[in-house]
């Protein structure tokens, strides 16, 4: 159990949330109890994720997320908790806090490193900026080949990815970069092909997205294939590993997984 403005202000001191130019929300977004007695993470905020909560008929905790949204199809209009479930978290002491851009830029925790992580990749250098963010990694790894790397991340995600070929299938001195979640832009795939490149891991990679429909005109131009494996799922890494910031504050937390939405493929 902890005071919770002292979990808040860890969370503030250590992200620095002030520091990005973000759309939307950081910070703490709910303020319903004075203790903590456990810590949830979620790489959304929806009513899904709240269910968990209250099948645990937890009180006085806090919940942690990355997005404080949930997911939804492109056209959608933006959702996360009812108001109904507003009611309950303030009625049942539970918190919310959340860190999207903060969370995003390269740290132990964020998005990018916890994919390489888990991937067993390598990061030795980073690229790509959004908002004050650094959150891209070029990455060595073990694989060789594009298509092992495809098999490997159909493993890790546990469903089926989209590997988009407009590059060797041969992986140049074992290399990759990554962005988990997703990168709007094209100049990335002139940064990447300078580096020696020829193969982008991320989440979000389908041509129906009309933000992203660029980046596989400029990825077929310099030769770099895309390799999608879906926003919830390459970024879910974060919000199992940043369980461990609040243990080692003594506190108990729990990853809440979620039905991915894979429409973004």
Known sequence: MKKSKSIYQEL??????EQYKDVVRNGLLADNTDIIEKVYTATFSSSQVLEKIKQDKAKNCLLFTHHPGAQRKEGETPDDFTLEDRAYMQEHHISHFNLHLPLDNVNPYSPGVSLARALGAVPYKSFFEEGGSVMGLYCSV???????????AEKLMGHACRLYTYGSSSLEDGKIALVAGGAEGTDIYREMKKEGINLFLTGVGSKNLHWFAPSHEAAAETGVSI???GHYSTEQFALKDICRFFRERGLEAEFIPEIPLLEDL
């Open 12 to 17: 503030y001191n250590f992200f620095q949330p």
């Open 142 to 152: 073990i694989w060789t080949d594009a298509g092992a790397l495809f098999k490997e």
């Open 227 to 229: 390799l999608s494996a």
